[in-house]
């Protein structure tokens, strides 16, 4: 099973993701994109959703009309793991198609 990352290796891969934070206790990292409209909003979720189910990791997430509210934990680990980092990181990528930063 893969484990979650360490105090520091959490943080430190937060560095390279601006926008996401730590959940208090560290259990999770969030991040809130707020596109355009709902259409962007919905574009991106399908998109971020088809390589969530490419990669079998899938986000905790929330779409009220253009917001969508996401946080990454790793449920069978019981924490951020790697994969949680890289599920950020390919959010970060499919919201810059979108304008966002
Ligand atoms: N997604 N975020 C998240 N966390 C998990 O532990 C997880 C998942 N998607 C699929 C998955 N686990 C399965 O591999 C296991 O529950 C079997």
Do not use: C
């Not at 099973?1 to 959490?10: G, I, N």
């Amino acid at each position: 099973m893969v484990q979650p990352l360490s105090d520091q290796q959490r943080r430190e891969a937060l560095q390279t993701l601006p926008g996401w934070s730590e959940q208090p206790g560290g259990k999770a990292i969030s991040r809130r994109f707020v596109f355009g409209n709902f259409r962007e909003a919905f574009g991106f979720m399908t998109q971020v959703a088809l390589a969530a189910e490419q990669s079998d990791h899938h986000p905790d997430w929330r779409n009220v009309y253009k917001t969508v509210e996401v946080e990454l934990t790793t449920h069978d680990a019981g924490g951020v793991t790697a994969r949680d980092i890289a599920l950020a990181a390919v959010m970060d990528k499919v919201a810059r198609q979108f304008g966002l930063a």
